[in-house]
Every structure is written in C-alpha cells, then in structure tokens.
C-alpha cells in the first residue's frame, strides 16, 4: 500500500492544472518537466493549461483495471488542449455514439476512483462535452 | 567489434503451466540452448525480465537462475524495459560477445504470469505505463493500443477487417507452431465476434497471458565455426526510445522508437527491409503489428492493413511476418518474447521451420518492444 505522498504531490497537476514551459523555446509541459526535451533549457516557468479541447482519439474500456471494475464500460480519451498540450483522461456525460475524433471537450474537476477497500480518495480530471 | 553468431536455441511449449515455477521453466529452456550449441560451458548470462517481481514477488533472479542452472559464479545480469527485456537482454549479450569481454553467453528471457489472477496481471503488465498520466485515468494496454487503433483507422482509412487479418495469418502460422500456447486458427468472424475489451479491439486482437521462456547461446563467430553447427551471424542491432505516455508522441500511429531502432539495426547490417527474408515483430495487439510494419520500413505509412489483406506478410507472402504465430498465437510470456523471436528466426535461417518455413530464408529480422512503443529493440541476422 502506497502512502499518501504519492497521492498529495500530485496535487498540483491533478487539481490545479499545473503545467511549465520553455523560457526558450516557449513549448508547454503537462505535466511539468525539469528540462525541455525539444530545445535542452533548464529555464521552464509555471503555467497552466487550457481547460478545452478536442478528442484526438478515444477508446472503450469494456475489461477494466481493478480500481475502475464499478464504473465500466468507460470511455478514455487522447485530448489535445487548445494550447497543444495533449493528455490523457475519461471522456464522461457523453454517450459513447456520441464519441468522435474531433469531438469539443473541457475539463471538469471529478473523483476518479477509491484505492482499495478503505484507501483514500482519488480526485483529478475528466473530459466533458463542451457544448 | 568481433563478428558474432547464435550456436544455440531453446524453448519449450508455452502455455498455462500450473505445474512448473519460474525457476523449473527458466532452466529447463536454457539447457536445450546450451545443449544445442555444444558449448562446454558459458562466459556470463542475461535475463530479459519485466516483472518477476509482480508475477511471483521474486526480484534477484539473476542470480537465482544462475545458481539453479548450475552456471554460478559467472556474471547474470538482469535486464528490463518492459516487453522489450528480452530483446535488450540479446544485445547487451551480443555487445559483451563483440567487445571481447566474453565469448560464449547465454542470452533469455522468462516470465511466469499465471501464479497471479487476472486483476494482478494487468497490473503488472498496466507498470510498462506512465502510472500517474495513464494509469491513473484508468487505462489498460489494450485500450492504449486502441487508442492507436481508432488514430490510424482515422488518419488512414485502415478497417476492423484488416486488423481481425492479422490474427487470422498469425493464428493460422502458430498452428503450425507446436510450441505455441494456441496452435489454432480463427476465421475472421471469430476475431469480429469475440468479446469487446477495448474498443476497437476484442479479445481475439489481443496476445495471452503466458508462462515461458526462451533462451540462445552466443559466441564468435571463429567459435561458432569449430562447434560444427549452422552459422547464424547477428549483423545489426538497434534499440531506441520514445515517450512512455502515448499523448506525448506527435503521433500516435507511428512508432519513432521502432523506427529508430530498426534504423541503426539495418544501417550497422548494411541492409534494406527489402532485403530481409523473413520478420518475427512484436504484434502485442494486431495493431501493433500493422503499426510496426510502417515503422520498419516494410511498406509505406498508412499501407499495413491492404498489405496484409492482399496476404503480403502471409508465410509465403513477399514479406512474411511473424511465421511462429507471433506473440497473438505463440503467446507472450513478456520477458521471453524477445528471445522467442530470435528463436524462430534462427529455425527460419537454418531452415527447420517445417511447415510454416519461409522458402530459401537467409536474411531475417527481430523486433521486439516495450510498453506502447516506448522502447524496441531490433536485431538483423544472416545464415552464413
């Protein structure tokens, strides 16, 4: 069993949409990275990322982690944020024939799972419909 | 560099073995190895293993397998980058065996993952991703590799069909494969029809859960020449990463690492994906194979799934791919896997591949990779 730690430093990512980018050459990191692997820099300044997007590719999960057994089938997506950041996360309050590359998503701020039988919380981001 | 040459193969029937341990699978395979090549001894050894410590809550097996293979005190390495381990374990073997820091070393891979349930195994293998960007939203590798799927449908048109091909040629060549863990064919409608995992791809789209190993001996090739066994030269190797999270790559339906790796192999052979007469990839997921056809080179980006439809990759298609069943038939105990494919390659160039024997092969290639492509490790060989 993991300790809290792991959970709580990543707080800032999953609640805050923390990200960095490049002083040089101005791309974006989510999450935040040391140095810029396009460019080599050390120098990176805090940011946050765009909360809308658009699915760039989505699946189904039928057969699910066991964390996740309660709410399957789920759809998991790729998003590309308008700042061009790109991320993983559910797609959720959409029907999956509603599911389609290109689709207009935005970040809601969800519990995501329970870690085990008396584990904590998990909280983080999910994509809705952004209509 | 010293030329080097593959002496020696072993690998036993793959499958669910209830009554055999890790340990039991591991020597038994290395034996046959050893005793195929004829080498009185070896230098130094390296394991391809990606979770022993998940499947069977055993770490230090390097040591263990050394000690139980009656090979102790030589060096045992264990190496690890996911379902690559095996593949890297081979190149690291071929650069001690060049170098000329050793001349005979043992090169494997093992995995037993049926002493864990289900949930346990897909945990285990979930760790080849990044766990807080991927994991965490509750994703799995089938539903990666759909991901891939659903990009490449989109930007390329491929179809469901084209994917259920792939394990309808791999199937068809594993039953042909007497130790491969599901030596049986599927039609087309058994791939369509079978249960959902991730959508787009079923279960039939997907490579078991295996308990095996496989294991080669390796020396130079002036060794090689005085043990009277069929010379088979390792002529490239490459090995290349990429991003572990799938959203960090450009683009999702092409595999940079693979790429690369297959890159450096074919420069340091001197050759083309045109010269090579036969290929055993790391076809995880049917997608991933169609993936890793266009990063090889084999055909242009966007043309796997017609290629293999139109029979192209069949065994006596102009570019076979995977005539031992590939991991989908054959099974793909993570670790081995790697080693597997050198397994079946060497039977390719030696030709004694009975049925599923590509005619006249004397070039072959192996691609094994790691996670949703993040690492892959190439090697090229040539009967001599």
Same mark, same amino acid.
């Not at chain 2, 279960?203 to 001996?217: E, K, Q, R, V, Y």
């Not at chain 2, 069943?325 to 790697?338: E, I, Q, R």
């Given at each position: 069993?993991?300790?809290?730690?792991?959970?709580?430093?990543?707080?800032?990512?999953?609640?805050?949409?923390?990200?960095?980018?490049?002083?040089?050459?101005?791309?974006?990191?989510?999450?935040?990275?040391?140095?810029?692997?396009?460019?080599?820099?050390?120098?990176?300044?805090?940011?946050?990322?765009?909360?809308?997007?658009?699915?760039?590719?989505?699946?189904?999960?039928?057969?699910?982690?066991? &964390?996740?057994?309660? &709410?399957?089938?789920?759809?998991?997506?790729?998003?590309?944020?308008?700042?061009?950041?790109?991320?993983?996360?559910?797609?959720?309050?959409?029907?999956?024939?509603?599911?389609?590359?290109?689709?207009?998503?935005?970040?809601?701020?969800?519990?995501?799972?329970?870690?085990?039988?008396?584990?904590?919380?998990?909280?983080?981001?999910?994509?809705?419909?952004?209509? | 560099?010293?030329?080097?040459?593959?002496?020696?193969?072993?690998?036993?029937?793959?499958?669910?073995?209830?009554?055999?341990?890790?340990?039991?699978?591991?020597?038994?395979?290395?034996?046959?190895?050893?005793?195929?090549?004829?080498?009185?001894?070896?230098?130094?050894?390296?394991?391809?293993?990606?979770?022993?410590?998940?499947?069977?809550?055993?770490?230090?097996?390097?040591?263990?397998?050394?000690?139980?293979?009656?090979?102790?005190?030589?060096?045992?390495?264990?190496?690890?980058?996911?379902?690559?381990?095996?593949?890297?374990?081979?190149?690291?073997?071929?650069?001690?065996?060049?170098?000329?820091?050793?001349?005979?070393?043992?090169?494997?891979?093992?995995?037993?993952?049926?002493?864990?349930?289900?949930?346990?195994?897909?945990?285990?293998?979930?760790?080849?991703?990044?766990?807080?960007?991927?994991?965490?939203?509750?994703?799995?590798?089938?539903?990666?590799?759909?991901?891939?799927?659903?990009?490449?449908?989109?930007?390329?048109?491929?179809?469901?069909?084209?994917?259920?091909?792939?394990?309808?040629?791999?199937?068809?060549?594993?039953?042909?494969?007497?130790?491969?863990?599901?030596?049986?064919?599927?039609?087309?409608?058994?791939?369509?029809?079978?249960?959902?995992?991730?959508?787009?791809?079923?279960?039939?789209?997907?490579?078991?859960?295996?308990?095996?190993?496989?294991?080669?001996?390796?020396?130079?090739?002036?060794?090689?020449?005085?043990?009277?066994?069929?010379?088979?030269?390792?002529?490239?190797?490459?090995?290349?990463?990429?991003?572990?999270?799938?959203?960090?790559?450009?683009?999702?339906?092409?595999?940079?690492?693979?790429?690369?790796?297959?890159?450096?192999?074919?420069?340091?052979?001197?050759?083309?994906?045109?010269?090579?007469?036969?290929?055993?990839?790391?076809?995880?997921?049917?997608?991933?194979?169609?993936?890793?056809?266009?990063?090889?080179?084999?055909?242009?980006?966007?043309?796997?799934?017609?290629?293999?439809?139109?029979?192209?990759?069949?065994?006596?298609?102009?570019?076979?791919?995977?005539?031992?069943?590939?991991?989908?038939?054959?099974?793909?105990?993570?670790?081995?896997?790697?080693?597997?494919?050198?397994?079946?390659?060497?039977?390719?160039?030696?030709?004694?591949?009975?049925?599923?024997?590509?005619?006249?092969?004397?070039?072959?290639?192996?691609?094994?990779?790691?996670?949703?492509?993040?690492?892959?490790?190439?090697?090229?060989?040539?009967?001599?």
């Amino acid at each position: 069993m993991s300790t809290p730690s792991r959970y709580w430093r990543e707080i800032p990512q999953r609640y805050r949409l923390e990200a960095n980018s490049c002083a040089q050459c101005r791309q974006k990191f989510f999450p935040p990275r040391l140095v810029c692997p396009e460019c080599g820099s050390r120098d990176l300044v805090k940011t946050k990322i765009e909360e809308k997007g658009k699915v760039i590719s989505y699946t189904i999960i039928r057969v699910p982690p066991s &964390q996740f057994k309660d &709410q399957a089938p789920y759809a998991v997506g790729v998003v590309e944020l308008d700042d061009g950041v790109k991320l993983m996360g559910q797609i959720v309050d959409c029907d999956f024939e509603d599911l389609k590359m290109g689709k207009r998503v935005r970040i809601e701020f969800r519990k995501l799972f329970k870690k085990g039988h008396s584990g904590i919380l998990c909280y983080g981001y999910k994509f809705v419909p952004d209509s | 560099m010293r030329e080097v040459a593959v002496v020696g193969i072993g690998m036993t029937k793959w499958g669910e073995l209830w009554n055999k341990s890790l340990r039991d699978i591991y020597v038994e395979t290395a034996l046959m190895a050893i005793d195929d090549s004829g080498v009185d001894h070896i230098d130094s050894m390296y394991i391809g293993s990606m979770s022993s410590g998940i499947f069977v809550g055993q770490e230090h097996i390097a040591s263990l397998l050394a000690d139980y293979l009656g090979c102790a005190p030589v060096p045992s390495t264990r190496v690890e980058t996911a379902c690559a381990s095996g593949g890297l374990a081979l190149r690291l073997g071929f650069m001690e065996v060049g170098s000329g820091m050793s001349d005979i070393v043992l090169v494997s891979g093992v995995e037993k993952m049926t002493d864990v349930g289900g949930d346990e195994a897909t945990y285990a293998l979930g760790t080849a991703a990044d766990q807080e960007y991927e994991c965490y939203h509750g994703i799995t590798f089938p539903g990666l590799y759909a991901l891939m799927a659903v990009a490449h449908m989109d930007k390329y048109g491929t179809t469901r069909k084209q994917l259920a091909e792939v394990a309808v040629k791999n199937h068809k060549n594993g039953s042909k494969n007497p130790l491969a863990q599901f030596p049986f064919e599927v039609t087309v409608d058994d791939v369509l029809n079978s249960v959902k995992v991730a959508d787009p791809l079923r279960i039939l789209d997907c490579s078991p859960i295996t308990d095996g190993a496989a294991a080669a001996i390796i020396c130079p090739v002036e060794l090689a020449k005085k043990l009277n066994k069929p010379i088979v030269k390792i002529t490239g190797s490459g090995h290349a990463t990429d991003a572990i999270a799938i959203s960090q790559r450009k683009d999702m339906t092409w595999l940079e690492s693979t790429y690369k790796a297959g890159k450096s192999a074919y420069e340091m052979a001197g050759k083309n994906p045109g010269d090579i007469d036969v290929f055993e990839v790391h076809d995880c997921f049917t997608i991933a194979e169609l993936c890793v056809m266009e990063a090889l080179g084999l055909v242009d980006k966007g043309k796997s799934g017609e290629a293999v439809e139109r029979g192209r990759t069949a065994v006596e298609g102009d570019i076979p791919v995977n005539p031992s069943g590939g991991l989908k038939s054959k099974g793909h105990p993570v670790g081995a896997t790697g080693i597997a494919q050198v397994v079946e390659i060497v039977k390719q160039l030696r030709e004694e591949s009975g049925e599923r024997q590509v005619k006249g092969a004397r070039f072959g290639l192996t691609q094994n990779m790691g996670g949703s492509g993040a690492s892959t490790v190439v090697h090229v060989f040539e009967r001599e």
